[in-house]
């Protein structure tokens, strides 16, 4: 990225040059883009959306305003995950996810707007006309089954982090915590054990999203996966329902009791 640069006049003052190369600083993008979702939590990423001049439109994820720790411990580790993901599976040809542009600094990645897509919403949000059809998620299972066979796990896989285009075609985002299987000749190592591990964790969550709307299209493999939650999604549900939760709105409830008596 180079020093700011103005545009010309054709071009709205919020817009980026079409080059990248061009790019205004970090600061300055932040201020031109669309805040599209601020984090809810220290996990999670501001994303903005970028538009250039010509029209292409980027998905930019930053820890940038997450605090000094959370950024070194868990953010840039993440981001980086994400974006060696990205670039595998569009080497292997995957359809089903945004493609990666580039780590514009350690905290933030840019990557392909998806545009005109929603995110899966919940059965019963849906009118009769809206709801996705069957042959959504035939193709959900259909690409979660192909990707483990290219030997990536996603590890999050949840309704928030599944975008729906028309024509009933899913992607998936949010790859933070994706794996890449190691080398099939590591036969009993933690990798491939860790692999494992995710790759039931998404068949779990897969067959419970896919039972919520359409039952019948459950087969023998995933039905057996619906029988036995893992172990530490349920860990993990507790947790957060527990403590999690209780200490968000205790955070919360103060924040509110400073602002009120200020
Ligand atoms: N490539 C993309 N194209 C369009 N929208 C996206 C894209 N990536 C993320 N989003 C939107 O941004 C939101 C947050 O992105 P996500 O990758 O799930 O980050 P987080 O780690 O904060 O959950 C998503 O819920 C989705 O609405
Ligand atoms: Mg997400």
């Known amino acids: ?15 980026l040059p079409d080059s990248l190369d061009q790019w205004p600083s970090f600061a300055e993008l932040l201020r031109r883009g669309g805040l599209l ?16 001049c010509d029209g292409t439109e ?24 994400e974006y060696n993901a990205l670039v595998f ?7 089903h996810a945004p493609k990666a542009i580039s780590l514009l600094n350690s905290d933030s990645l840019l990557m392909e707007y998806i545009s005109g897509a929603s995110q899966l919403m919940k059965n019963e949000k849906y009118s009769e006309t809206e709801r996705p059809s069957p042959l959504f998620f035939q193709n959900l299972i259909s690409l979660t089954r192909d990707l483990h066979q290219m030997g990536v796990s996603h590890g ?33 190592s933690l990798c491939r054990l860790f692999f494992n591990v995710a790759r039931k964790s998404d068949l779990y969550s897969l067959a419970s999203i896919t039972e919520s ?43 509110k009791h400073l602002t009120d008596v200020s």
């Open 1 to 15: 990225m180079q020093g700011d640069s103005s545009n010309n006049d054709s071009c709205p003052a919020d817009f």
């Open 89 to 95: 599976l569009h080497k292997k040809g995957f359809q």
């Open 156 to 188: 999050d896989f949840r309704r928030a982090n599944i975008l729906r285009l028309p024509g009933d075609v899913p992607i998936l985002i949010d790859w933070t915590t994706a794996m890449i299987k190691c080398p099939d000749h590591k036969k009993f």
């Open 58 to 81: 980027y998905l930019l994820k930053t820890f940038a305003r997450q605090p000094f720790l959370i950024r070194i411990l868990l953010g840039r580790i993440s981001i980086r995950n």
């Open 37 to 52: 979702r601020k984090a809810t939590s220290w996990g999670n990423t501001d994303t903005y959306v970028l538009r250039t």
């Open 213 to 255: 709307y359409y039952p019948d299209l459950l087969d023998g493999e995933l039905n057996q996966y619906l029988d036995k939650q893992p172990w530490f999604l349920r860990v993990g549900r507790f947790l957060r329902q527990k403590f999690y939760r209780q200490f968000i709105k205790q955070l919360t409830g103060r924040k």
